[in-house]
């Protein structure tokens, strides 16, 4: 059997939203990155934004200190402006040597007016049915 875990960082909440989605489906919890992963997974899905047009400084500290194998890093992700952290993750990871797939999730999220009421129901619905997918 698969060892999954979650981990997000969320300023404003919408990232929040879809960790908790995955939580639903994967039956584990999602925490924030304050909790370190402390054991080795299969697939760590991981979300966080863009700021300033740039990852979070806590998200790059939490990748970079990762010390537990991680056999696959699934990115999910919301964004005001952007239409994905995708490359900027890949970026970081790419001095660890952990396994970016392929596949991510990215929906918008609400910010200083744009994109209100994002990630909505069908987002939501949206980050599940992605979720169930890669687990097929």
């Not at 863009?50 to 990748?63: K, N, R, T, W």
């Not at 918008?108 to 890669?134: H, M, Q, T, W, Y």
């Amino acid at each position: 059997m698969m060892k999954f875990a979650i981990r997000f960082h969320s300023k404003s909440g919408n990232t929040r939203l879809l960790a908790d989605a995955i939580s639903e489906v994967l039956d584990v919890p999602a925490y924030d990155i304050s909790h370190r992963l402390t054991e080795d997974v299969d697939v760590l899905f991981f979300g966080s934004g863009v700021y300033g047009c740039a990852l979070d400084p806590g998200v790059v500290s939490f990748i970079s200190d990762i010390d537990v194998k991680v056999g696959e890093f699934v990115n999910f992700c919301t964004t005001g402006m952007m239409t994905s952290n995708y490359d900027l993750i890949r970026d970081v990871l790419s001095t660890t040597g952990i396994a970016l797939s392929d596949r991510e999730f990215h929906c918008p999220g609400s910010f200083v007016g744009l994109n209100e009421g994002r990630p909505n129901e069908n987002d939501i619905a949206d980050v599940k049915i992605f979720v169930n997918d890669f687990l097929d």
